[in-house]
């Protein structure tokens, strides 16, 4: 099946010029209907809102795509819960912050991380990995993102996060 490329402008697709004419247009009348009573001369006042129309149309859509992708990005932070972690593998991102942020693991020991994390995804050259789950903070997220624990003498040294 052929996909259908459609040209673009400025390095801008089709579609975002599209939807800022309607965009455009919206305000447009919209602004023309409220200065109707505020701005007599006709002329003046399609002038008036042709040109702030042409402002607004691209701030409110890159409004709307910045709120779009924030909330397509968002997940809540909660502080570590044992239980919970222990329960849902894939919402561990959820807690994976706390663990990292607060440096809650450093200094434990290998079998103090255990006890608390429970049994690793990936045991390997001394290093504890845990399945977190397909996070949101990547906006096309199609690997998983893990939490790595390194040992030093015996002790956490680092964790941290990463995808795959």
């Known amino acids: 099946m052929a996909m259908l490329l459609l040209p673009q402008f400025f390095g801008i697709s089709v579609e975002v010029y599209l939807i800022i004419g309607v965009l455009f247009v919206i305000h447009y009348f919209a602004i023309r209907w409220l200065l109707r009573k505020r701005v007599a001369d006709p002329g003046k006042r399609k002038l008036i809102a042709a040109v702030v129309s042409l402002v607004a149309a691209p701030v409110v859509y890159i409004g709307i795509a910045l709120v779009v992708i924030f909330s397509m990005t968002w997940y809540p932070k909660r502080d570590f819960d044992r239980n919970a972690w222990l329960a849902d593998t894939e919402h561990r991102y959820e807690y994976a912050d706390d663990l990292v942020d607060n440096q809650r ?50 002790r956490v040294s680092r964790a941290h996060i990463y995808t795959s």
């Open 105 to 154: 693991l450093i200094g434990s020991t290998r079998s103090e991380v255990i006890a608390l994390l429970g049994e690793p995804t990936l045991d390997q050259n001394g290093q504890l990995t845990y399945y977190l789950g397909f996070s949101p903070r990547h906006l096309i997220g199609i690997d998983p993102d893990w939490l790595a624990i390194e040992f030093t003498d015996g």
